[in-house]
């Protein structure tokens, strides 16, 4: 039975249900970044008792985990059959603090922790700047290092290759031209900048792994108004997604889609 663990954001953790039971033969590392993964944690930083701000508990955890750096020891010990990269998670900018770094992710933002004393004094790592691009690099390279020095190395390595959508198929089946992006409430974002970021990373990162299965679905990369969260460039039509579980079938992982064992109840960041 396939264990899978992604590291990556909603577009390769859709492709499942989400529905009960199966949690334990997925593992799923999200709102995070390359660089933040290796980094230290943020010092000083303690959760209160209860769920901040708005979040969800699997919201909480992602974040808990971005910011204490839990993830890569979880995913090591989690010894996966497959191991899946998707980007778009890759477009928070990130915040450097006193000894750390973090991932400037919507959940931190609505958290309310940027108030705590542990964030005093933070410095914001643009995403589109050569100094994050720099970070990036060098994590990157950390992570093929990881893969090859640890079991992560008996895991088939994936990358989801994907790209923001610049149009939305209506419910008429009319295209029509997706506006006023944000990354996160209050800050806008250029589809097309993001793009060749995605096509920069991927570039890099397929230099640096082991050999990997490179799966896409360019030809059906439609945003969904009627997605289960919303209108969003990477919120795609359903043929999207279709394609992925094909080609992932074609890399061995057919019957992961059949198996609810492998279905993840929440997302386990």
Not at 3 to 31: F, N
Not at 152 to 169: E, F, N, T
Not at 183 to 209: P, T
């Amino acid at each position: 039975m396939p264990k899978i663990a992604i590291v990556g954001s909603c577009i390769t953790r859709d492709l499942w249900p989400i529905r009960g039971g199966g949690a334990e033969h997925l593992l799923y590392v999200s709102r995070t970044s390359l660089p933040s993964l290796f980094a230290p944690s943020v010092a000083g930083f303690r959760p209160g008792r209860g769920l901040p701000g708005d979040l969800h508990q699997h919201e909480h955890n992602a974040l808990l985990a971005d910011l204490q750096k839990t993830a890569l020891s979880r995913l090591v010990a989690f010894q996966p059959t497959h191991l899946i990269f998707d980007f778009i998670d890759e477009r928070f900018d990130l915040v450097s603090t006193r000894e750390g770094l973090a991932t400037y992710s919507a959940e931190l933002a609505r958290s309310g922790y940027l108030a705590k004393g542990a964030f005093r004094g933070l410095r914001e790592v643009p995403r589109l700047s050569a100094a994050c691009d720099r970070l990036w690099t060098e994590a990157a390279g950390a992570f093929a290092a990881l893969v090859r020095g640890t079991e992560l190395r008996r895991a088939v390595p994936i990358l989801h290759s994907a790209r923001w959508a610049s149009l939305q198929r209506l419910a008429g089946g009319d295209l029509a031209p997706i506006r006023d992006v944000e990354i996160i409430s209050g800050r806008s974002a250029d589809i097309e900048a993001y793009n060749r970021l995605l096509e920069r990373q991927e570039s890099a990162f397929l230099k640096l792994m082991p050999p990997m299965h490179v799966i896409e679905a360019d030809a059906f990369r439609l945003a969904d108004p009627a997605h289960r969260w919303g209108l969003s460039p990477f919120h795609y039509v359903p043929e999207y997604y279709d394609e992925i579980r094909r080609r992932l079938g074609e890399v061995g992982l057919a019957d992961a889609f059949s198996d609810p064992r492998v279905a993840p109840s929440v997302p386990a960041a």
